[in-house]
C-alpha cells in the first residue's frame, strides 16, 4: 500500500481517537507507518514489533486487543489498542497508543495507586498514601514505611488525585492529612514535616497555592 494512502488512513483515525494518541501500523513484524500524536512516539518504520507490544499480541491472536504495556517491554509504559487489519492483501495490526495514565483519566479521583515494590504490584489506597516523590525519571509513592514505585508521572498524577492530596514542589505531592507542621529554614523557605518524619521543601512557585489551600 502507498504511503499516501496510509498517510490518509491515519488522518481518518485521527478524527475519532484523542487527539494525545499516536497511530502505528505493523505488517510482517516491522511498522510500515507511525503518527504521532501530543506525546512523543519512540516507533519509526521500519522499526521490528518488539515481543509483548500490543502489535505482537494481535498479530498472534488475530483480534482486538487493549491492555497497559508496561515499560519493560518497550523501555516506556503505554496504554495500547490493537487491532487486526488487512494491507495490501497481507494481514497486518493498527495500534493506537496512548499515554499508560489514559484509561484512569477517564474516571473519577483515584482510589488506588498501583506500586511495584521488589518484584510484586500492589494496590494501595491512595487514603494510606502520605507523599509522592518524582526522583530519578522515576515516580515512587510512600505509605506506611513501605516504598513503592509508580508507572504513572507525577504531573498526570496532580490532575486525578483526590483533593487532599497537595502539590508542594515540581518534585512532591503531599497527602494533607499526613502533615505534621509546616515551618521555615534558616533562610526563610518554607518546608513540610510528615507524620513519619519526612520533610520536604515548599518551592516558591508553589507557596501560594499552599497558603491559601492550608490558610494560613
Not at 22 to 27: D, E, F, L, N, P
Not at 52 to 64: N, T
Not at 135 to 155: G, P
Not at 179 to 185: A, G, H, L, Y
Request: glycine share 8%; aromatic share 10%.
Amino acid at each position: 500500500m502507498e504511503h499516501n494512502v496510509l498517510e490518509q488512513m491515519g488522518f481518518i483515525i485521527g478524527d475519532w481517537i484523542p487527539k494525545e494518541a499516536s497511530i502505528a501500523i505493523a505488517v510482517e513484524g516491522r511498522y510500515i507507518y507511525c503518527k504521532e500524536g501530543i506525546q512523543r512516539l519512540p516507533i519509526v518504520e521500519g522499526q521490528p514489533v518488539l515481543a509483548g507490544s500490543i502489535a505482537d499480541h494481535v498479530g498472534k491472536e488475530g483480534k482486538r486487543i487493549e491492555k497497559l504495556v508496561d515499560a519493560a517491554v518497550a523501555g516506556w509504559p503505554y496504554y495500547g489498542i490493537g487491532y487486526p487489519v488487512q494491507i495490501g492483501g497481507m494481514s497486518g495490526v493498527l495500534v493506537v497508543i496512548l499515554p499508560a495514565d489514559y484509561p484512569l483519566r477517564q474516571k473519577g479521583p483515584l482510589k488506588f495507586l498501583t506500586g511495584k515494590m521488589e518484584e510484586a504490584w500492589r494496590p494501595v489506597p491512595v487514603e494510606r498514601i502520605s507523599h509522592i516523590e518524582s526522583s530519578q525519571k522515576k515516580t515512587w509513592f510512600y505509605a506506611e514505611e513501605e516504598t513503592y514505585c509508580s508507572i504513572h508521572t507525577l504531573k498526570n498524577l496532580r490532575s486525578q488525585l483526590p483533593d487532599y492530596f497537595l502539590p508542594v514542589h515540581r518534585a512532591y505531592i503531599v497527602n494533607i492529612h499526613y502533615i505534621e507542621e509546616i515551618s521555615r529554614d534558616l533562610a526563610s523557605n518554607l518546608g513540610l514535616t510528615l507524620k513519619d518524619g519526612s520533610v520536604l521543601p515548599i518551592s516558591q512557585n508553589f507557596a501560594a497555592e499552599v497558603r491559601e489551600r492550608l490558610g494560613f
